[in-house]
């Protein structure tokens, strides 16, 4: 579960933890929503981040807005390219959580 704004309280992370909920949060923010006509300041967040020295020894989750069009149509698959491109491999949020394919979703 990704909080809305990445705001939890004591309360709600304990609801959510109590009840079985993995929550997760980003390192690297694209701010599509504020540009979601130009993927390049959204490209430009994942340059620097994954540039940075030791980025390959660890893992990044990133916060992209997959309702805005440009967003799934344009930027995610850049992003996709440009960090394979550097030997990233790119994987679901439950493999970067380590959990088995069959705990990603929640009846």
Request: glycine content about 10%.
């Amino acid at each position: 579960m990704r909080p809305p704004f990445g705001y939890l309280n004591g309360a709600s992370e304990n609801y959510l933890r109590n009840n079985g909920y993995k929550i997760v949060d980003w390192g690297i923010d694209t701010n599509d929503w504020r540009h979601p006509d130009d993927i390049s300041a959204s490209l430009d967040a994942y340059k620097d981040a994954l540039s940075r020295p030791g980025a390959h020894r660890q893992g990044f989750i990133a916060l992209e807005h997959d309702a805005l069009g440009t967003t799934a149509e344009k930027l995610a698959p850049a992003v996709i390219r440009y960090a394979k491109d550097l030997g990233f491999e790119v994987v679901p949020v439950g493999t970067c959580l380590g959990l088995d394919s069959s705990q990603w979703y929640r009846q």
